[in-house]
């Protein structure tokens, strides 16, 4: 099993950033990806980043060259750096965990952008 906890949503004004946190434990020898996801009121919810565990990241269109997913694999943390923020982007955040067979999720963390 892992065990994924998010911290760092939030409110935020337009063009404001905010950075959000996953951290990881349990079996995370097994994961081979992780990312952020994102799920808004009455939508889907959709990939926003993520990033294998060689370092090769993967962004939806609507957030390139704002958002920025990076890892830091001595403290099993994976991070979202979300810059230039626009009220679209206000959404329930979660984090995940691939392995080969399975998909974890953290609890969600909401960002809010609102002046």
């Known amino acids: 099993q892992v065990q994924l906890v998010e911290s760092g949503g939030g409110l935020v004004q337009p063009g404001g950033s905010l950075r959000l946190s996953c951290a990881a434990s349990?079996?995370?020898?097994?994961?081979?990806?992780m990312g952020w996801y994102r799920q808004a009121p009455g939508k889907e919810r959709e990939l926003v980043a993520a990033?294998?565990?060689?370092?090769?990241?993967t962004y939806v269109d609507s957030v390139k060259g704002r958002f920025t997913i990076s890892r830091d694999n001595a403290k099993n943390t994976v991070y979202l750096q979300m810059n230039s923020l626009k009220p679209e982007d206000t959404a329930v955040y979660y984090c995940n965990a691939d392995e080969p067979t399975k998909r974890y999720w953290g609890q969600g963390t909401q960002v809010t952008v609102s002046s």
């Open positions: 990033i294998t565990t060689g370092g090769t990241t």
């Open positions: 349990g079996r995370i020898l097994s994961i081979n990806a």
